[in-house]
């Protein structure tokens, strides 16, 4: 059967979707992006990018309406080869992990579905959720492969690492198999798993850099109470020490996949994770601790407090569960007013100037540590537990 397009991407307009498919196109495959939200859908035909990516200005103006296209209509599911689905896979308001959202939007795209196509689950997904999708396609009646091919790539680094970092690839068959294999070596390298295997790849990735995180900052925090400098010790241990290079800094660890894959894993293996469960513990609980600590010396009920940097990690704009605005409500209720800047985030309305929060601020917090903030003279304490000050 012949198809209009090579691939579509649904959740095509979003963090993970949008720099897949400038990958694919810059390859020379057509490439459409369906998404529900109408706004990025305008502003991506438009040829400008929703998001902070680096080098993807340059690659979406040269390809789109040239092998790339956006739109929110679903009928172009039927018009591709190969669907990819890349929707984000949340955890709810008990931080408990949606572990339908993907088979629930297979439901909603298989009427469009047509026999010959391939299937490529590419969000990250509760284990077993592939068999779960094969089900689906079996009691459809329709022939479509299968495959999971987990996304691996850095935010705001993903057109380097897609065509440079290996591929994951599982199927439900070897056919499915070796179409996956097919496509994404036509950006790098593959690695060949069963489907079990690559889902519990991707939640051992994202639980153990969420681990090695919450060590440090677990480190930091004895430190800190002591009245110890963590920066001192840890620069001192990493000298010319090669065991201790790949000790962490301390900082918030946040953003939409670390917290989320080691609640997924948990909850996968019936809530028994001890150090994933500590992890998420120590992480989620630094912003309380600093808070803690700044009110043994500071008088921060009659004190404007400056926060520099709410998106979840340097050099982003996403701020999707990033612990400054965590650090921000619990000092609502501590200080007697709040500021914030970030020089990338847009969602945010209630941000200020940088100067306002210099001028104004007796007290400033490092949240994210933007290179902007490299060279600053404060003259102002300044809490910063990445150590950003330490090292510049």
């Not at 970092?165 to 056919?175: N, Y």
């Not at 179409?179 to 069963?194: D, H, Y």
């Not at 051992?204 to 800190?224: C, E, K």
């Not at 490092?366 to 537990?385: A, K, L």
Request: net charge negative; charged share 25%; proline share 5%.
């Amino acid at each position: 059967m012949m198809f209009d397009y090579d691939i579509i991407i649904v959740g095509g307009c979003g963090r993970i979707g949008l720099p897949l498919g400038l990958a694919f196109a810059d390859k020379g495959l057509s490439v459409c992006l369906y998404d529900v939200d109408e706004k990025a859908v305008e502003t991506v035909s438009s040829g400008s990018m929703p998001f902070k990516e680096e080098d993807a200005d340059e690659f979406l103006k040269r390809l789109i309406d040239n092998r790339l296209i956006a739109t929110t209509n679903i009928e172009y599911i039927g018009r591709s080869e190969i669907v990819l689905i890349v929707i984000g896979t949340p955890v709810d308001e008990l931080n408990n992990p949606d572990m339908v959202a993907v088979p629930s939007t297979v439901e909603e795209i298989l009427p469009y579905m047509k026999d010959g196509q391939l299937l490529v689950l590419r969000s990250t997904i509760f284990p077993g959720s592939t068999r779960l999708v094969q089900n689906l396609l079996v009691e459809s009646a329709k022939k479509i492969d299968l495959a999971f091919c987990p996304e691996r790539i850095a935010e705001g680094k993903a057109l380097s690492e897609l065509t440079t970092l290996p591929h994951i690839i599982s199927g439900v068959d070897a056919c499915s198999i070796q179409r996956a294999k097919n496509l994404f070596e036509t950006l790098a390298t593959t690695i060949e798993l069963t489907p079990e295997e690559a889902e519990l790849a991707k939640l051992f990735t994202n639980s153990w850099r969420y681990i090695r995180f919450a060590i440090a900052n677990q480190l930091f925090i004895i430190a800190t109470k002591y009245s110890i400098d963590y920066y001192r010790v840890l620069n001192a241990i990493r000298e010319d020490y090669p065991r201790a290079q790949d000790i962490p800094t301390a900082g918030f660890v946040a953003g939409p996949c670390l917290l989320k894959d080691t609640l997924q894993l948990a909850a996968y293996n019936n809530n028994d994770f001890p150090l994933g469960q500590a992890a998420v513990s120590i992480n989620e609980g630094l912003p309380l601790f600093l808070v803690s600590t700044m009110l043994e010396s500071f008088d921060l009920h009659n004190m404007v407090i400056g926060i520099l940097g709410m998106a979840f990690k340097s050099e982003s704009d996403d701020i999707r569960y990033s612990l400054s605005y965590k650090l921000k409500k619990i000092l609502r209720f501590k200080s007697k007013e709040i500021l914030c800047h970030d020089p990338y985030v847009t969602s945010d309305k209630s941000l200020v100037e940088l100067s306002e929060v210099l001028e104004r601020a007796d007290l400033i917090i490092i949240g994210s540590p933007h290179s902007v903030y490299d060279d600053i003279s404060f003259h102002q304490p300044v809490i910063d537990v990445w150590g950003k000050l330490q090292t510049n």
